[in-house]
Each structure stands twice: as structure tokens, then as C-alpha cells.
């Protein structure tokens, strides 16, 4: 029925609309055309609109990894940075929720004294350049001894995401409402029994939404972790830099850069499968 319905849309289109949209996804996906090409060529030099010699070509004759075989190589330290990226966006991603949680059950239903300056603090690490706080952040963190570590990397990208966080989980919480769980606290459920029964699947849709961005957050986070971590944690912004700070793209930048950017398309699409208006209307079990 959807599919139909799809269809039926879709011829009811004009020329001038298709026209319109087709230059919207151009625009969209235009960029990642060259990195593609560049991906996958050897030799690329202006002005020609495509390569002169192909990375296929040249494969068996180098001695050295080229393109993609450097990308997927040990040299290129794709997988370090892949697996401190994943690791340290689940960590910062997990000690959100245990935090945000909370905060934002008590700031979307409780009224107190200084309620409106504590959500304008709240908000201070998304106005604050970020160059300001990985400075602040660094003289801190070489006094303790954190600087250069896996810890120290989460703490940094806390300061972030839980803005993000609790805004996300502070808006669920305000569409969700008490109703449910006093009728819950009527029937004679306990405290603990309505958390786990009534609240939390209702807030799942919300919680996974709050959750999948923060991961994206943390896994593109640079400066602080180029900051704080000295060069010991490597992640997949700071692999990135690194490999185009010279000012050159060749084959070899162009694989990363496309590397960076699965973690984004990866969530894309878990959200277009789970995260939906009927998905917030009807929960994950319909």
C-alpha cells in the first residue's frame, strides 16, 4: 500500500518539481562524486574531468599500497582510529544517558529557582567555541594527568553532547506526560516497576533518537580530541587532519575521508528504519 501510494505521489509530480528535487539530491550528493573518483584514481591532474591513470592500473606495479589498499592497510592506522572512534563515542553515548536521564525528567516536569539560568549554563558549550574549551580543557587535564588519555577523551566529549542530550530527552519527556504513569502508580505499581514498564518503553524511540545522535556527535568531535589527546588517540577526524593537512588530496585521503563518513550514513539509515513519527507515536513493538 505505501509503495502505491509512493508511486501515485510521484506521477503527480510536475517536470519543473522533479527538476527541482533531482537538483536538491545533486547538490547533496554531488561532493561525494569526486571523492570517489579521486578514491580510485592514480593519477588526476587538472584540467582533466577524469583520471588519466587508474589505482587498478598501477596496483601490481607499485611497491607501496596505493588508494584503497593503503586505506585498508596497517599503514594507514584506519582501524585504530576506527575502533578509539566507535569505543569512545559507545563510552560518551552510555555515561549520556545515565546523566541526562534524570536531568531531563526533572527539568521538563519540576518547577524550581533558577530553572531558566541552569538550562542557559546548559547550553554554554554550544556557544562557547570549541577551540576555548579544548584550551581551557588542556590546562586542566595536563595538571591531572588525563591529558592523552582514553578517559580524558570521554570527559572532553561529554561537555558537548550532554546539551544535546538532555534537550533531546527533556522534549521526549514533555510529550510523554504524567498520565500513564499515575494511572501505573493507581494500580499499585511500584516506583521501580513503573520506570521499567511504563516509562522507559515509552521513552525508547525518544532514548534511541537522544542515543544514535550523540554517537554521531561524539564520532565527529576534532579539536578537543585533537587537543587533549596529544597525539596518543587517534580517532577518525583527527586521522583525517592529519593525512590533509599538507593542503594535498590524494587517493589515499579521499578512501578516509569516505571512511569518515560511514558512521553518518550507518546511522542514517538505522533512523530511517526505527526513528519515525509512528515510531514515537507507537513505540519499537508495533
Keep these: ?4 501510494e509512493d508511486i501515485a505521489l510521484t506521477s503527480r509530480l510536475s ?16 561532493p561525494f562524486l569526486p571523492l570517489i573518483i579521486q578514491s580510485l584514481a592514480f593519477r588526476w591532474a587538472w584540467p582533466d574531468l577524469m583520471p588519466g591513470t587508474w589505482w587498478m592500473q598501477q596496483r601490481g606495479k ?3 599500497p596505493l588508494a584503497w ?7 594507514s592506522h584506519i582501524w585504530e582510529a576506527a575502533i578509539n572512534t566507535v569505543a569512545i563515542g559507545t563510552t560518551v ?5 545515565v546523566i541526562c536521564l534524570p536531568a531531563a525528567r526533572v527539568l521538563a516536569r519540576e518547577r524550581f529557582r533558577g530553572k531558566g539560568a541552569f538550562e542557559f549554563f546548559l547550553s554554554l558549550p554550544l556557544i562557547v567555541p570549541e577551540a576555548a574549551i579544548g584550551m581551557a580543557l588542556l590546562m586542566i587535564f595536563i595538571r591531572l594527568g588525563l591529558a592523552g588519555s582514553f ?12 546539551p544535546y542530550m538532555v534537550r533531546m530527552l527533556t522534549a521526549v519527556y514533555q510529550g510523554l506526560g504524567k498520565d500513564f504513569e499515575e ?6 505499581a511500584r516506583p521501580m516497576q513503573i520506570l521499567f514498564r511504563v516509562t522507559l518503553p515509552m521513552l525508547l524511540p525518544g532514548v534511541v533518537a537522544g542515543a544514535l545522535f550523540t554517537f554521531l556527535v561524539s564520532t565527529n568531535i576534532f579539536l578537543l580530541t585533537f587537543f ?21 588530496l590524494d587517493a589515499s585521503a579521499a578512501g578516509i575521508t569516505l571512511v569518515v563518513t560511514l558512521p553518518g550514513i550507518v546511522l542514517l539509515l538505522i533512523t530511517e528504519r526505527f526513528i519515525k513519527e509512528e515510531a514515537f507515536g507507537k513505540g519499537f513493538g508495533n
Excluded: E, N, W
Design 228 to 248: 587533549l589527546g596529544q597525539g596518543k588517540i587517534i580517532t577518525l577526524p583527527t586521522l583525517l587532519f592529519a593525512k590533509i593537512s599538507g593542503g594535498t
Design 93 to 97: 553515548t552510555a555515561i549520556c544517558l
Design 151 to 162: 578517559f580524558g577523551i570521554v570527559i572532553a566529549h561529554l561537555i558537548p553532547t550532554i
Design 15 to 30: 517536470p519543473f518539481q522533479r527538476i527541482y528535487l533531482l537538483l536538491i539530491a545533486g547538490f547533496i550528493v554531488g
Design 69 to 75: 589498499d593503503y586505506v585498508l592497510s596497517p599503514y
Design 1 to 4: 500500500m505505501a509503495r502505491r
Design 62 to 64: 607499485s611497491a607501496i
Design 183 to 188: 494511572q501505573a502508580m493507581i494500580l499499585g
